[in-house]
C-alpha cells in the first residue's frame, strides 16, 4: 500500500469514529431526555435529614432507548442487539408485568420499608393494585442507597384483560410509614406517568418476538402436560373404583 493511500485510509478511519462517536453522544443524549420522562424524582428533608426517591416506570419508548443506547455504545451487530434485547425482555417480563424500578438515597433515619409489597400500590383508572413480586432486599432496614424492581401483574387475574388497555395514567404511591422524613409531612409520595401513547407491543417484532413467543409455547405445553398427566391420574382413580364397585357386586350378585 502506498504512502498516499495508508494516509487516505487513517483518514476516512479517523471520520468514521468521529462519526459513530457524534452518533453515540446524541443518542446519549437522548437517551437522557427519555429518561427524565419515565424517571420521577422526589426529594424529602427533616431538619439535617434527607431522603432521595426516584421511581422508573417501564414504558416501551424508555426500554427501547436503553437497549439502542447500548447497541450504539457497544457497537453490536444486529444480532448482537437482538440476544440483548431478548435477556433485557425476559429480566423485565414486560409482556406479562408492569415493572416499576424504585432507588432510595436515604441520609436521614434507619427505614423500615418491609414488608415492601404492602408500602407500594399502583392505580390505573379507579383501581389499586398490589405488587405481584419484587426485589425482596426492599424488605430489609436500611441508610444509605437502595433500590429493586417491582412487578405488577399487566393482567386481571379475573378478566385476563390488559389493565393498562384504554388508561391514560398510572399512579405508583409509597406509604409514608416507609420513612420517618415522609410520615412527618403526614402526605403518601406519589409518581404518576400518563401512558395513553405508550405502546409495549412494537417491542416484540423479529428475531427477538419469534425466541419470547417459543418461551410462553413451550411454557405452556408443559402446563398442557401437566394437566394431561393430572387428568389421567384422575381417570385411573375413577377406573380403579369402577373395578372395585363391580367387583363388589359381582360378590354380592352370588351370595344372593
Not at 437522557?32 to 428533608?45: F, G, H, S, V
Not at 436521614?108 to 398490589?130: A, Q, R, S, V
Not at 395514567?169 to 420517618?180: F, K, M, N, Y
Request: one cysteine or more; hydrophobic letters at 40%.
Amino acid at each position: 500500500m502506498t504512502k498516499q493511500k495508508t494516509s487516505s485510509w487513517i483518514k476516512i478511519f479517523t471520520i468514521a469514529v468521529f462519526i459513530t462517536a457524534i452518533c453515540a453522544a446524541a443518542y446519549a443524549a437522548s437517551l437522557d431526555n427519555i429518561l427524565m420522562r419515565w424517571r420521577k424524582t422526589a426529594k424529602y428533608e427533616d431538619g439535617t435529614s434527607n431522603l432521595t426517591v426516584a421511581v422508573t416506570y417501564y414504558s416501551a419508548e424508555l426500554v427501547e432507548a436503553e437497549i439502542q443506547a447500548e447497541a450504539e455504545k457497544n457497537l453490536w451487530t444486529q444480532d448482537e442487539l437482538e440476544r440483548y434485547k431478548y435477556r433485557y425482555l425476559q429480566m423485565l417480563n414486560l409482556s406479562e408485568m408492569i415493572p416499576i424500578k424504585v432507588e432510595f438515597v436515604n441520609n436521614g433515619p434507619t427505614m423500615h420499608p418491609g414488608p415492601f409489597d404492602k408500602m407500594i400500590d399502583m392505580t390505573i383508572g379507579n383501581k389499586t393494585y398490589e405488587p405481584a413480586d419484587y426485589d425482596k432486599r426492599l424488605n430489609f432496614p436500611f441508610q444509605g442507597e437502595k433500590d429493586g424492581l417491582v412487578f405488577f401483574n399487566r393482567f386481571d387475574p379475573k378478566t385476563g384483560k390488559n389493565i393498562l388497555d384504554g388508561q391514560k395514567r398510572v399512579t405508583i404511591t409509597l406509604s409514608p410509614g416507609i420513612s420517618a422524613i415522609i410520615s412527618s409531612r403526614g402526605r403518601n409520595a406519589r409518581f404518576f406517568w400518563d401512558i395513553n401513547k405508550d405502546d409495549p407491543s412494537k417491542l416484540y417484532a423479529g428475531a427477538t418476538a419469534a425466541r419470547l413467543e417459543t418461551d410462553r409455547l413451550i411454557k405452556r405445553l408443559e402446563n398442557l402436560r401437566k394437566d394431561r398427566a393430572d387428568e389421567a391420574a384422575r381417570l385411573k382413580a375413577i377406573d380403579d373404583e369402577i373395578s372395585t364397585v363391580q367387583s363388589r357386586l359381582d360378590e354380592l350378585a352370588t351370595i344372593q
